[in-house]
């Protein structure tokens, strides 16, 4: 299964990456520090799963979300931010492949309650099928 | 022939007569008024000197003409207490009295409306005879003219001094009409610059806030993210992956505490100095 880690600070990217490991094996991880990258990578990549930072220069992780809705690519997105703001998050809720608003930093039990949470969910709905195509790998 | 000739006497007295009412009714001062009396005076009685006083509460002007073309308009002037004109002022009896020096008759009357306004003629003349008889009715009309010519004009230079009166009024109004609104004008350019800068100070204060939102806790949760992870991951891998990136944020964070700091003070002075 594909991830990408879209955050304009490496150090961010390489703990995330770290604990993705730790809690799944069949992930295949990339990590972006430069969004324009990943956004070309996303169409030729389809990652099932998208961890977006929102506050980085030149392109934000909002410039990102409209993008994909824009070109209508519907890929379940978890925003991993460094600000609580309360209009960030009202935001978040306009763009209906966000399914979670974490605050930084996520340590290995916010990864592990978070792929739980989405595995949970993941009977009902298509994103959680997506996050978890093999429930015995699942830690 | 008597009666032609008393015809053509009362209409050459009745032709001076309609001159000296038109002449005085067309002057349009009180200063002027004795010159024109002067021009037509002495086609209706025969004189030396002719005085007239126009007498009000507020106080006594004259009027003085005499044959040989002198003229004045005195403003408050005031009887000599021992002449004719005074006793006469005081008892109101028509006075008639022969001058020691010249042998000329002195006449004087006074004449009383009731409307606190009173008159007073007095002329001198050789004519020992129609003065006292004859022209008594002319007088009277001479009288009633002058007096209603002299308050009439009074009554416009009233008019006027009062209209001066309104107009620096209404001027100096203006100005202070112009002063107010040049306050106005000052008041609202006061209110505009400080509400622009509080509209500035505003988005600034903002701007902090979104900055401490961001880029102050941007930094202290890769930290926080970098000392969490010291336990899910082998010492080596810590000391060789983790580590060296740990100095990077930390300096990172001070220098975003620094600037929240810069920035929050440049706010405050804005703000006091607003």
């Given at each position: 299964m594909k991830v990408f880690l879209i955050d304009d600070q490496k150090i961010t990217n390489v703990l995330n990456k770290k604990y993705l490991n730790m809690i799944r094996e069949d992930l295949v991880i990339y990590d972006f520090d430069d969004p324009e990258l990943a956004l070309e990578?996303?169409?030729?990549?389809?990652?099932?799963?998208?961890?977006?930072?929102?506050?980085?220069?030149?392109?934000?992780?909002?410039?990102?979300?409209?993008?994909?809705?824009?070109?209508?690519?519907?890929?379940?997105?978890?925003?991993?931010?460094?600000?609580?703001?309360?209009?960030?998050?009202?935001?978040?809720?306009?763009?209906?492949?966000?399914?979670?608003?974490?605050?930084?930093?996520?340590?290995?039990?916010?990864?592990?309650?978070?792929?739980?949470?989405?595995?949970?969910?993941?009977?009902?709905?298509?994103?959680?099928?997506?996050?978890?195509?093999?429930?015995?790998?699942?830690k | 022939m008597e009666g032609t000739q008393s015809y053509l006497g009362y209409?050459?007295?009745?032709?001076?007569?309609?001159?000296?009412?038109?002449?005085?009714?067309?002057?349009?001062?009180?200063?002027?008024?004795?010159?024109?009396?002067?021009?037509?005076?002495?086609?209706?009685?025969?004189?030396?000197?002719?005085?007239?006083?126009?007498?009000?509460?507020?106080?006594?002007?004259?009027?003085?003409?005499?044959?040989g073309g002198y003229t004045s308009y005195e403003f408050r002037c005031h009887l000599d207490p021992n002449s004719v004109e005074a006793e006469v002022m005081e008892t109101g009896i028509p006075t008639q009295v022969t001058c020691s020096e010249t042998g000329h008759q002195i006449h004087c009357w006074k004449f009383t409306t009731g409307r606190n306004q009173d008159s007073l003629i007095r002329i001198r003349s050789q004519d020992t005879v129609s003065l006292a008889e004859n022209s008594i009715p002319i007088i009277k009309v001479i009288n009633k003219m002058v007096a209603a010519r002299v308050e009439n004009l009074k009554m416009i230079d009233l008019i006027h001094r009062q209209n001066q009166k309104l107009e620096t009024l209404t001027v100096s109004l203006h100005s202070k009409n112009e002063e107010v609104r040049e306050l106005n004008r000052l008041q609202e350019a006061t209110i505009?610059?400080?509400?622009?800068?509080?509209?500035?100070?505003?988005?600034?204060?903002?701007?902090?806030?979104?900055?401490?939102?961001?880029?102050?806790?941007?930094?202290?949760?890769?930290?926080?993210?970098?000392?969490?992870?010291?336990?899910?991951?082998?010492?080596?891998?810590?000391?060789?992956?983790?580590?060296?990136?740990?100095?990077?944020?930390?300096?990172?964070?001070?220098?975003?505490?620094?600037?929240?700091?810069?920035?929050?003070?440049?706010?405050?002075?804005?703000?006091?100095?607003?």
């Open positions: 990578a996303l169409e030729r990549e389809k990652p099932a799963l998208i961890f977006l930072d929102l506050n980085m220069p030149i392109v934000s992780g909002w410039d990102i979300l409209s993008f994909m809705r824009n070109h209508h690519i519907e890929i379940p997105v978890i925003i991993l931010t460094s600000s609580n703001s309360q209009q960030d998050r009202e935001k978040a809720t306009l763009y209906h492949n966000v399914f979670s608003f974490q605050l930084k930093p996520l340590t290995k039990i916010g990864f592990t309650d978070l792929l739980d949470g989405a595995l949970k969910s993941g009977n009902e709905g298509e994103i959680g099928s997506k996050l978890v195509p093999d429930q015995n790998t699942e | 209409k050459i007295l009745f032709e001076a007569m309609v001159r000296f009412s038109a002449g005085i009714s067309e002057v349009k001062s009180l200063e002027n008024l004795p010159g024109e009396i002067s021009r037509h005076l002495k086609y209706l009685i025969n004189f030396q000197d002719f005085r007239f006083y126009y007498v009000v509460p507020e106080g006594m002007d004259g009027i003085l003409v005499d044959k505009e610059v400080k509400t622009a800068r509080l509209k500035s100070s505003n988005s600034k204060l903002k701007a902090l806030i979104q900055f401490n939102s961001h880029q102050l806790r941007e930094p202290l949760t890769r930290v926080l993210g970098m000392i969490a992870i010291k336990d899910d991951i082998p010492q080596g891998e810590f000391i060789s992956d983790i580590l060296p990136l740990m100095q990077e944020s930390v300096l990172d964070l001070d220098l975003a505490v620094r600037e929240v700091i810069e920035r929050s003070e440049l706010l405050k002075e804005e703000i006091e100095t607003t």
